[in-house]
């Protein structure tokens, strides 16, 4: 497993950041999502041991949260949200000394941060100052910084917030290769879903300090298995009345029917009736629901 959490709790004051957060995370790439104040970035610094927890266990690659925090910060690399650059320092001095930071010396962490830097396409910017930077090239500088003791997982916290819609694919597009080449785990957190849908295998859904719904995009996106859209050539709305009548709920949207099948009944039961009533079905398939539609509900907020 990459992460263990049992019933985390952190509160600030009255606020519960954690309340009792519990989930088991596989490795690859994961998503964090949640809206604004969901506790994903109490759970990151949980995790790397930046905070004191009130209560709970914790595990990163099988190491305790608690007793091993200095060895999970030398085994992960951690992209913070905020801006964590230090004037007059160019882009390989504040690489390098990041890998000095972690426990490399100082020859290896120069001579990594000049490959690093060539993978995040920093090359050619690596002698200027990093304020000098714009945006995009100040996040992939921090990712350098992170990735330069080749950890095995690195987080991210929120990688694209602020990025222009350039910046933000190259970054993304850094994710998947680190993730898919590299076979670097990743706990990206966001609360943008296309972002995690473009880079991440697994999602897990925070919202008020705990796990919502968590479970691989593809099957959390797989077909309702009762539900389906249907298109007939003629009246849909006539179509939907007959199908009520032998208790197929059928509900108008857009240019099909959304048909959900009572418990029993198979999809047998919408060609008869089509047959009956000299109703030709055009297509019929299963619904898929988006990841978002996954997110509000998981949420609790209607779709
Ligand atoms: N240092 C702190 N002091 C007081 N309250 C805090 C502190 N850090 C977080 N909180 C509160 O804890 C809750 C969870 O915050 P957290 O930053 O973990 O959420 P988040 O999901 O990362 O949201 P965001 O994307 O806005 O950072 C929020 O209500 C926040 O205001």
């Given at each position: 497993m990459l992460i263990e959490l049992e019933e985390l709790t952190k509160t600030y004051g009255a606020i519960t950041a954690l309340a009792g957060l519990s989930t088991a995370l596989p490795e690859g790439a994961v998503g964090l999502l949640g809206p604004n104040g969901a506790g994903k970035t109490t759970m990151i610094r949980s995790l790397l041991g930046l905070i004191a927890i009130d209560a709970g266990r914790g595990r990163v690659l099988g190491m305790d949260i608690a007793r091993e925090a200095l060895e999970i910060r030398q085994t992960v690399g951690f992209v913070p949200e905020d801006e964590c650059l230090f004037p007059g320092v160019t882009g390989v001095q504040f690489v390098a000394y990041a890998g000095e930071l972690v426990g490399m010396g100082p020859r290896d962490a120069l001579q990594r941060a000049h490959e690093v830097l060539d993978y995040v396409d920093l090359g050619e910017a690596r002698y200027r100052r990093a304020e000098s930077y714009s945006t995009g090239m100040k996040q992939r500088l921090k990712i350098a910084s992170a990735i330069v003791h080749d950890p095995r997982l690195l987080i991210l916290d929120e990688p694209t917030n602020g990025m222009d819609p350039v910046g933000r694919d190259e970054i993304l597009a850094l994710c998947r290769d680190l993730s898919r080449a590299k076979g670097m785990n990743l706990l990206i957190s966001s609360h943008l879903l296309p972002d995690v849908e473009a880079v991440c295998e697994y999602v897990v859904v925070l919202g008020k300090g705990r796990v919502l719904a968590q479970g691989r995009i593809a099957e959390l996106k797989?077909?309702?298995?009762r539900q389906f859209e249907l298109r007939v050539r003629g009246d849909q709305r006539r179509f939907a009345g007959l199908l009520g009548a032998r208790g197929v709920r059928a509900e108008p949207v857009n240019d099909h029917l959304l048909v959900d099948l009572p418990p029993g009944s198979t999809v047998a039961a919408l060609w008869e009736t089509a047959e009956q009533a000299a109703e030709q079905i055009r297509s019929l398939r299963p619904r898929r629901s988006t990841l978002e539609e996954v997110f509000l509900r998981a949420l609790g907020e209607p779709s």
């Open positions: 797989q077909a309702h298995d």
